[in-house]
């Protein structure tokens, strides 16, 4: 191999942006488990740093205090949950994009149970850290999906529903998994969750939620 093929090689498999961002979902999903056991006041950066198995200086690197961590943390979990639908358009089928939508959120319940009852724990307490976050970038989203919900309601696409009452309805019966899932578990008298009751989960909801809109859940 020449030296210029070794260069070219070499420019294709570093790539310094997608390292820094590798790094930073391993600092959050570390955050994650740490703020979930220690809560906010309990939790460390050492400690988010050990999760992570980096040193705390690079922990330190992208964010600069504990705060900023957690803010971090709320602005990637929302962004996960979320944006499934906030490409969603007027012109999109709105029992595909809802289905979708329910069905993703679902499957957020089972592979990040963690950053659900983050939340649910943030709100319960008065929203300390997130009423910011809340006043602005979620209200705007809301108000922006809402606005598509409306147009396909006032095209006679589905019925008429309140659209952020609907957005209120999927957010809380596909969180419901993970936040009580020890409820669940009990009364349904299993050890842990299986993959299928996820699936029968989503398929429960799609089909109630749209029925309800009067569409057609999707094959």
């Not at 929302?78 to 979708?100: C, G, H, K």
């Not at 006043?135 to 606005?147: F, Q, S």
């Amino acid at each position: 191999m020449s030296t210029q093929t070794r260069t070219r090689a070499r420019t294709k498999t570093y790539r310094p942006g997608r390292i820094r961002e590798r790094n930073r979902e391993i600092i959050l999903a570390a955050a994650e488990k740490e703020f979930a056991q220690h809560g906010f006041r309990g939790a460390t950066i050492q400690n988010i740093a050990e999760r992570a198995e980096l040193p705390k200086s690079n922990v330190l690197y992208y964010f600069s205090n504990k705060n900023e961590i957690y803010s971090a943390m709320f602005d990637d979990i929302m962004t996960r949950w979320n944006e499934v639908f906030s490409s969603v358009s007027p012109e999109d089928d709105p029992a595909t994009a809802l289905a979708t939508f329910i069905r993703t959120k679902v499957e957020l319940s089972r592979t990040h149970p963690l950053a659900s009852r983050l939340f649910a724990l943030e709100i319960i307490q008065g929203a300390p850290f997130l009423m910011d976050h809340l006043r602005g970038t979620m209200r705007d989203w809301v108000r922006g999906r809402a606005t598509v919900i409306q147009r396909w309601v006032d095209e006679g696409r589905m019925a008429k529903v309140d659209p952020v009452q609907l957005i209120f309805l999927i957010w809380s019966s596909t969180q419901h998994y993970a936040d009580f899932h020890i409820q669940i578990l009990m009364v349904e008298n299993k050890a842990e969750y299986e993959k299928l009751d996820f699936d029968h989960a989503a398929n429960f909801l799609t089909e109630v939620i749209l029925r309800g809109c009067g569409l057609e859940p999707p094959p």
